[in-house]
């Protein structure tokens, strides 16, 4: 699959669309962001492996400690093959002068409303060779 460079704007929109709709707390707009049945992995941060879209609407307004702010950063798209993976970090403002950082590995597919995320694995562990080859289908 070659990517062309409108889809590659449009999936560096993404994070930042992620970003907004959890710092506006607006659940509903996850759900262009995320397919129906994606798969949102969030156990490295302690919280639950969610699958689906309503279980990410519910867990985001219910459950999630949200951070003050998010900062998306170093966005980028890789082709493997038939798939496409998208690689970011996030900036995230605690409150009281801390600031966190995580790693987001998406897998993401073009659907008939436009590009979406299938599958995210968020990691706040440092980046390294292992991690630079996740597997994004389990």
């Given at each position: 699959m070659t990517i062309e460079t409108h889809d590659?704007?449009?999936?560096?929109e993404?994070?930042?669309?992620?970003g907004d709709a959890i710092d506006d707390r607006n659940w509903?707009?996850?759900?262009?962001?995320?397919t129906e049945d994606a798969v949102f992995d969030l156990t490295d941060?302690?919280?639950?492996?969610?699958?689906?879209?309503?279980?990410?609407?519910k867990f985001m307004d219910e459950e999630a400690a949200h951070p003050k702010t998010?900062?998306?950063?170093?966005?980028?798209?890789?082709?493997?093959?038939e798939q496409m993976h998208m690689f970011f970090r996030?900036?995230?403002?605690l409150g009281k002068g801390f600031?966190?950082?995580?790693?987001?590995?998406?897998?993401?597919?073009?659907?008939?409303?436009?590009?979406r995320v299938k599958n995210r694995i968020v990691t706040i562990k440092r980046r390294d060779k292992r991690a630079a080859k996740v597997d994004l289908t389990s």
């Amino acid at each position: 699959m070659t990517i062309e460079t409108h889809d590659r704007l449009e999936l560096h929109e993404l994070p930042g669309r992620y970003g907004d709709a959890i710092d506006d707390r607006n659940w509903d707009s996850l759900r262009n962001i995320f397919t129906e049945d994606a798969v949102f992995d969030l156990t490295d941060l302690g919280a639950p492996r969610l699958e689906g879209i309503d279980q990410i609407v519910k867990f985001m307004d219910e459950e999630a400690a949200h951070p003050k702010t998010h900062m998306m950063t170093n966005i980028y798209v890789d082709e493997r093959g038939e798939q496409m993976h998208m690689f970011f970090r996030i900036v995230a403002l605690l409150g009281k002068g801390f600031v966190g950082t995580a790693s987001y590995y998406d897998e993401v597919v073009k659907t008939p409303s436009g590009w979406r995320v299938k599958n995210r694995i968020v990691t706040i562990k440092r980046r390294d060779k292992r991690a630079a080859k996740v597997d994004l289908t389990s």
